[in-house]
């Protein structure tokens, strides 16, 4: 695990880690926490929605324009027997460290809510205290669920980023993921009429997506910087 994470490590600044690590989910639980003094668990609806955003975004400072057809970002590596095994690493911890963004940044968002909500505007309207309407089981399902929507669109989002290398591009898909996870965040449960069972369906469903773009994703820039090696 170690070299995995200096694997990491290697592509990413001082400046970058902070800010990913520490500063955007820090901005992100405050700022939805604020909106569920208002909305109440429609909060975690923002969290969702703007965490894709932010993580397809900030990938354009680190593995943007890989799959491009004239990307260069990874020429440098081409002197190390290494090279490869150095980015499969890096690509695989930056799917990890997603998902563990969005399990802590989501966590803390409804520990918060759950504080804050009706404490200036009265009590929330039940629509929007959706969480709360199920039972202890069924809330860890729903919680699940929206860590593994924010996490299935993040993914997607920063695998087709990587076509393109300019932060327009990724604007445009980080739109589009957020009215997407938005869609999926509201329907979802409704879907399956939360609160209900049905919502682990939902959580088996997430789950198989988010394991098949992490894989998807890896072996697509893995074949780009592969073909860089052998110059094709």
Known sequence: MGKRVKSYIVFTSFAYRIVIYLLIPAALVAFCAWIGTYMGDMGLIFTVMLLALAEIISDSWLFGGLQTRDAEKMDYLKSSGRGLSLVRNALGLDLFRKFLTALCTVAASYLLIRQVKGGLAGRPEPIMDFVSCGGPLQRIGL???????????????????????????????????????????????????????????????????????SVLTVRTAMKKVKGGFYDE
């Open 143 to 213: 919680l699940a669920y929206l860590v593994l929507l924010a996490y299935c669109f993040s993914a997607l989002g920063t695998f087709l980023s990587r076509y393109n290398s300019t932060i327009y591009g990724n604007l445009l898909l980080g739109y589009g993921a957020m009215a997407l996870a938005c869609l999926a965040g509201i329907f979802g449960p409704s879907f399956v009429k939360y609160p209900s069972n049905g919502i682990f369906l939902l959580d088996l469903l997430c789950l198989a997506v988010g394991i098949g773009v």
